[in-house]
């Protein structure tokens, strides 16, 4: 795709649900989507969500360890330039660095929380074609990050 990036994009939209049947139902009603079932590294759950045969969105169930103050919640993940320099602004920025950057190449990522307490995956633009793979390549890192994070 001439000209695309993901540079300042949100490549990723991956909802934490403790009922991923009855999230599956209500968005499938609600917005037409279809979906791939896999299993995440931690045997937890996931679907893919589709429309018009494009992924959407990730739906993940939470994993049975769990943080106990953990509630379901929408994650989006950015695209940015460097995620290590990125992430040493945040701080500054007012945020906080929840797990510093790890990960090589394409799958370099960190975990943030905005001021305002949101937590954002952070994740390299500079990916060959990647945009056709993003929710599918982020939803391992939005689980681990999602059992740090708690």
């Known amino acids: ?3 695309y990036s993901r540079l ?5 939209v991956a909802l934490m649900t403790d009922d991923l049947d009855k999230a599956k139902s209500f968005y499938a009603g609600l917005a037409g989507w ?5 299993k995440a590294p931690f045997g937890n759950d996931v679907a893919l969500a589709f429309f018009n045969n494009a992924a959407v969105a990730s739906i993940i169930a939470f994993p049975e360890n769990r943080h106990p103050e953990a509630q379901p919640v929408w994650r989006i993940a950015i695209a940015v330039e460097d995620v290590d ?8 920025l007012g945020g906080e660095v929840v797990q510093q950057p790890t990960g090589e190449g394409a799958h370099r990522y960190c975990l943030i929380r905005d001021p305002q307490g949101n937590f954002i995956a952070l994740t390299p633009a500079d990916t060959s074609n990647a ?3 993003d929710n599918e390549d982020l939803v391992n890192q939005m689980q681990h990050m999602r059992n740090i994070a708690g």
């Open 85 to 92: 320099e990125t992430a040493a602004k945040v701080k500054e």
């Open 131 to 133: 945009h056709k793979q």
């Open 34 to 38: 279809t979906y791939k079932d896999q």
């Open 1 to 3: 795709m001439a000209g």
């Open 8 to 12: 300042g994009r949100v490549v990723n």
